[in-house]
C-alpha cells in the first residue's frame, strides 16, 4: 500500500517539544503515515565546530519520540562521510521506497532563503513535496521572492504553526546557565542531557 513519508530534517541540538509539535502538526494536515526525523550530518552551510556530537543528538531524538508510533529516527546522514547534502539525502531514501508512495521534506521556513545555494537546488522537489513551517508574524517574502527569482519551479507550501516560541539555541544557553528545561524538552532528553553533561 502506498505511504506518504515526511522527513523532517534537523541537527536537533537538542530536539524540543516546538521540533515534536511540528512533526505532529504536519503529519496531521498532509495525512503523513510516518515522519522520519532526519539527524543532520555536516551540512554544507551550517557550523559544526560547537554542537553536540551527532551519536547525542540522535540519542535525544531516539528517546524524544519513543512514544509516537508515527515517528522514526534516521542516522543515514551522520553515517554519511564527509559533508552531507538534501539531494544526497533525498535519493537514498527515495531508493528505499515503494515507487507509489510520496516523500515529503519539513524544514523550517527560515531555512528557505538559503534553498538557491543548496547542491543541486533545481532537483530537490523532483523527489520530495517541501513544507516550509512557520509561526504567525515570521516574514517569508524575502525567501519567496528570491525563490521565484532563482528557482521558479521549486515547489512547497507554508505552513503556519501554532506560537510555541521554543530555541534550540535557547535550550542551550539555559543548560549553561543551570536553568531547568522542563516542559521545553521531553524529561528524557533533559535526563539524557544531563547525564553527559552535554551544553556546559
Known amino acids: 500500500m502506498a505511504q506518504r513519508i515526511g522527513i523532517y530534517g ?12 511540528c512533526a ?4 496531521q494536515q498532509y495525512q503523513l503515515d510516518k515522519v522520519i526525523f ?3 550530518g555536516k551540512p554544507a552551510l551550517k557550523d559544526f565546530s560547537s554542537i553536540a556530537s551527532a551519536e547525542d543528538r540522535y540519542w535525544m531524538c531516539c528517546l524524544a519520540t519513543a512514544d509516537n508510533d508515527s ?12 559533508t552531507t547534502y538534501t539531494i544526497d539525502t533525498l535519493r537514498e531514501v527515495d531508493s ?3 515507487p507509489l508512495d510520496e516523500l515529503f521534506f519539513i524544514m523550517g521556513a527560515d531555512a528557505l532563503i538559503d534553498v538557491p545555494l543548496w547542491k543541486d537546488a533545481n532537483l530537490v522537489s523532483d523527489y520530495a513535496h517541501f513544507i516550509a513551517a512557520t509561526r504567525p508574524g ?9 525563490l521565484a527569482k532563482r528557482l521558479p519551479h521549486f515547489a512547497y507550501d507554508i505552513m503556519q504553526l501554532p506560537r510555541l516560541d521554543i530555541s534550540s539555541s535557547d535550550i542551550r544557553r539555559r543548560f549553561l546557565q543551570g536553568l531547568t528545561n522542563r516542559y521545553l524538552i521531553p524529561e528524557e532528553v533533559e535526563h539524557y542531557v544531563t547525564e553527559r553533561e552535554l551544553y556546559r
Open 10 to 21: 534537523g541537527t536537533f541540538d537538542p530536539i524540543h517539544i516546538g521540533h515534536l509539535a
Open 24 to 27: 505532529e502538526e504536519v503529519r
Open 38 to 40: 532526519m539527524v543532520a
Open 71 to 82: 515517528f522514526e529516527v534516521s542516522n543515514i546522514e551522520i553515517k554519511r562521510i564527509g
Open 96 to 98: 528505499q521506497l515503494n
Open 138 to 146: 515570521y516574514d517569508v517574502s524575502e525567501a519567496k521572492a528570491l
